[in-house]
């Protein structure tokens, strides 16, 4: 039988969401770091080593300095992109079975401003076609057969992850006619959005900041106090996610290295929405909710609403929304 796998492949982590053996909803997470060549071990050739059908080669999850940027548009049609997104399907457990995934765009990418044509159709067929592009695994494990693949936009299949239950259906406190503020804090880029629960986009704006920022100044502060030149970037993610290095508890120095972040997007935050209280809600999701949503809603003075595991919930509201499709 064929399974569905959502990978909401961003910037910092892609997060899949599908059906386990035991019939339970999970999510796996694989950090976005990519290397251009296939890297050996004892073995051989690593696990996570790819070779395309274009002749590149491709190693993923490891705590290389030679990652690709994953944080520019031509990444997401790239060789690198598709060996991610095998490498997801192989730790979640896919390998040698058909799957039909669904992966994300970054809603400045999958929109267009361009009248007439409001969503840029080019990009998501070339996104689609690149994920089913030719792949196999350098160490010759069995891949998973992606047999279709369907592309969504970041942000708001957040929303409804959070407002709707799995029929369809408004949690309580929603109503249709809201306006809610859908601010994702990734790795790189935050995109915020005044949406309708139904899924209208009022407005939307995204710009270049995320946790990857906090990450990178964290190194800067916190090499020094540890005697290092340099935080490698895994070690460093960890910490910022976890509050401690090396044991300590470096949760000051975060706080510390968080401070300009979150003044950025309070002042894109401003810009956008005038008037916050006049916003029915507020849904801050991606990983720098969890790391910054409290402190934010307190400097803006309202009340907003962080799920459980707000990194994971695009991935979770894509499943939800696929789920309900193949009911009706
Ligand atoms: N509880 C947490 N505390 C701190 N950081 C976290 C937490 N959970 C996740 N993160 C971190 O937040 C970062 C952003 O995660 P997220 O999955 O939202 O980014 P992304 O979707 O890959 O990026 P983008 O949307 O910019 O492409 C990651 O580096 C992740 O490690
Ligand atoms: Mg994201």
Known sequence: MTSLVVIDEGSAQAKATYRAENG????????????????????????????????????????????????????????????????????????????????????????????????????????????????????????????????????????????????????????????????????????????????????????????LTVVERFSELAAPEFGLKRIPRALAEEAVKTGRLKNMNVSELIQRASRNVMQTILRELEAMVSTPSLLDKILMVGGGAALMGRDLAEAMGVEVLIPEQPDMAISRGIYKLEMLKARS
């Not at 999510?27 to 004892?42: G, L, M, Y």
């Not at 999850?61 to 997104?85: C, H, K, M, W």
């Open 24 to 211: 339970a909803i999970v999510t796996h997470v694989v950090p976005s770091r990519v290397a251009e060549q296939a890297k050996v071990d004892i073995n051989g050739y690593s696990g996570s080593a790819y070779f395309t059908e274009e002749g590149g080669e491709y190693t993923v999850n490891g705590d290389f300095d030679d990652i690709i940027r994953t944080n520019i548009p031509s990444y997401q049609t790239s060789e690198a992109n598709r060996a991610l997104v095998h490498e997801t399907l192989r730790q979640s457990g896919f390998a040698g079975r058909p799957v039909r995934v669904a992966v994300t765009l970054p809603m400045n990418q999958f929109f267009s401003k361009v009248q007439g044509a409001p969503i840029n159709q080019k990009l998501i067929a070339n996104k689609k076609r690149n994920v089913l592009g030719g792949i196999k695994s350098a160490a010759g494990h069995q891949l998973a057969e992606i047999i279709d693949c369907k592309v969504y936009p970041e942000g708001i299949p957040a929303l409804f992850d959070t407002i709707r239950n799995d029929d369809g259906s408004l949690k309580p406190g929603f109503e249709e006619g809201m306006k809610i503020l859908v601010v994702d804090i990734g790795g790189t880029t935050t995109d915020v959005s005044v949406v309708t629960p139904d899924g209208t986009i009022e407005s939307y704006d995204s710009f270049s900041t995320g946790v």
